[in-house]
């Protein structure tokens, strides 16, 4: 789970981590407001919305006078904000961030991530900051550092390796270690599965400050973290995707055409690379797993039927635990609220198939019938581009 920048800041200040002063806005006044509580004659206007690359979209914008913010908070308010990140339908935004205005000497990247292969928790530190890492790491990997923490807290050596990497000097470098240390804390205790500071920053006057932040919540930890879960702003989230999850089912919204219903994750990653290698492209991810009934199959057919970028449905079900008649069975449910406006090819194999495709037959469905994956994924792309 995402949540908002000043969010993640707040929660990097429990933790004693140095951020920028800031208020949240939700008006043009409350952002005038906001601003007059905070000692300072330059401020910045930051949008809050799930995604980055907002200071090139126009998204963070410096004021130099109360006007200039109560200018800045009316052009960023309700504006729909597009940035490398949000894809080209953009956000909406409809919080806004208000900060002191800081001085900035050097500009890093430092985050935070779980690394798969050592099993530790990694510091990715780059004295290229500010920027697009995924462009600074494919252009000069060498400004780069990622390092595994070894123990449960970060050592002396380790912390040092990091703040020589970014070029600190003297008093930053145990400033560094102090950072290092408390965002090792925030990540461990808060159960994070990424904390990126892009840009953690060097003031004129010395000091280090984490200036922007992404958190990202492990979902599998959130029971443990009601205080983080009452941060989710379901504005941010696809709509698709929360109807999705208010029925369990493992769902992610994707730009194809192609609606898939499939039974276990590794199925579905290949239903969707078959449907790729055939032409066209999936317009979601869904597992709808093992202990389905007959409910969340209707479920998920009715959300396949109602999604506006479906040109074509492909039911690709390997029955083992899951049984064929009560996919079936879901999709006379779903049909009787939500009409099948488009084509629906059925690959359905294993227990109760037989049964299965008969509840169909006897329904009277037009439903293309494939023997195997490569032919279902066939018949949905072509079905699919007549459309
Ligand atoms: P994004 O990553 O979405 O573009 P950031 O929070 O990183 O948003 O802001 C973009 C840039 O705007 C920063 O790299 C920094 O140069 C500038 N900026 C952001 N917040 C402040 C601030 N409080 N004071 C001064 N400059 C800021
Ligand atoms: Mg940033």
């Known amino acids: 789970m995402n949540i908002h920048e000043y969010q993640a800041k707040a929660i990097l200040a429990e933790f004693g981590v140095p951020v920028p002063r800031g208020a949240l806005a939700l008006s043009v006044d409350e952002a005038v407001a906001a601003a007059q509580t905070l000692d300072t004659s330059v401020w910045v206007v930051k949008a809050q919305i799930h995604a980055g690359g907002r200071g090139?979209?126009?998204?963070?914008?410096?004021?130099?006078?109360?006007?200039?913010?109560?200018?800045?908070a009316g052009a960023l308010l309700d504006s729909v904000l597009v940035t490398k990140q949000t894809g080209d339908a953009g956000k909406q935004v409809n919080r806004l961030y208000v900060e002191e205005g800081l001085d900035i000497a050097r500009e890093f990247y430092l985050s935070l991530?779980?690394?798969r292969e050592t099993e530790k928790i990694a510091f990715v530190a780059s004295p290229a900051g500010g920027?697009?890492?995924?462009?600074?790491?494919?252009?000069?990997?060498?400004?780069?550092?990622t390092l595994s923490i070894a123990a449960d807290h970060v050592s002396d050596d380790e912390s040092h390796a990091i703040?020589?990497?970014?070029?600190?000097?003297?008093?930053?470098?145990?400033?560094?270690a102090e950072l290092l240390s408390e965002l090792h804390s925030t990540?461990?205790?808060?159960?994070?599965?990424?904390?990126?500071?892009?840009?953690?920053?060097?003031?004129?006057?010395?000091?280090?400050?984490a200036l922007d932040a992404k958190f990202v919540a492990d979902?599998?930890?959130?029971?443990?973290?009601?205080?983080?879960?009452?941060?989710?702003?379901?504005?941010e989230e696809d709509p698709r995707e929360i109807e999705a999850s208010r029925f369990g089912l493992n769902y992610i919204a994707l730009d194809g055409h192609i609606g898939c219903m499939v039974n276990g994750a590794g199925l579905a990653m290949a239903t969707m690379d078959i449907i790729q290698l055939k032409g066209d492209k999936p317009a979601n991810f869904l597992d709808v797993g093992g202990g389905v009934t007959v409910d969340t199959v209707c479920e998920a057919f009715k959300l396949l039927f109602s999604d506006a970028h479906v040109k074509a449905v492909l039911v690709n079900i390997f029955g083992g635990i899951v049984r064929c008649d009560v996919i079936a069975r879901g999709l006379l449910e779903a049909i009787k609220t939500h009409p099948m406006n488009v084509p629906v090819v059925m690959r359905?194999?294993?227990?109760?198939?037989?049964?299965?495709?008969?509840?169909?037959?006897?329904?009277?469905?037009?439903?293309r019938w494939a023997?195997?994956?490569?032919?279902?994924?066939?018949?949905?792309?072509?079905?699919?581009?007549?459309?």
């Open 56 to 72: 090139k979209a126009g998204g963070v914008r410096v004021c130099k006078s109360l006007d200039e913010v109560r200018e800045a």
């Open 113 to 115: 991530l779980v690394d």
């Open 131 to 145: 920027m697009d890492i995924e462009e600074v790491a494919e252009k000069s990997p060498d400004k780069i550092l």
């Open 163 to 176: 703040a020589s990497f970014l070029g600190l000097e003297g008093a930053q470098i145990k400033a560094c």
């Open 187 to 209: 990540f461990c205790q808060k159960d994070a599965a990424m904390l990126e500071l892009n840009p953690l920053i060097l003031t004129g006057t010395g000091d280090l400050l």
């Open 219 to 235: 979902d599998n930890a959130l029971y443990r973290h009601p205080e983080i879960m009452d941060l989710r702003d379901v504005d």
């Open 348 to 367: 359905l194999v294993g227990t109760n198939e037989q049964e299965g495709r008969k509840l169909v037959k006897d329904a009277g469905l037009d439903v």
């Open 371 to 387: 023997e195997d994956l490569d032919q279902a994924a066939e018949f949905a792309v072509a079905a699919a581009g007549e459309r």
